[in-house]
């Protein structure tokens, strides 16, 4: 499947072939919607699935590491710190 709605069909194109993931921003920071990490940091964000998390009453806050690259976009995010918090993740599709 494309998500071509995103406009950035050919990157996540890229991406899902090196089996890195998209993660969306809870709190969009300046363009930075979403970002890419790699599935050992994605594991680590999800240990399992959202809605368990949600019953389990817990989320994980992350901070991450990136570069902005030469045409604007940034770097794959590397995972430089996660913790798990006590309350109702924010769920959205």
């Known amino acids: ?30 363009a930075i919607k979403w970002v890419y990490v790699s599935k050992v940091d994605f ?24 570069k902005k690259m030469l045409f604007g976009d940034y770097s794959l995010a590397k995972v430089i710190a996660f913790e798990k918090v006590i309350g109702k993740p924010c769920i959205e599709k």
């Open 1 to 30: 499947m494309i998500d071509i709605e995103q406009k950035d069909y050919v990157r996540y194109s890229f991406e899902s072939i090196n089996r890195n993931k998209r993660i969306w921003l809870a709190e969009p920071y300046d």
């Open 43 to 66: 594991d680590k964000l999800w240990p399992e699935s959202p809605l368990e998390m949600s019953d389990k009453n817990y989320y994980i806050k992350a901070k991450f590491e990136l």
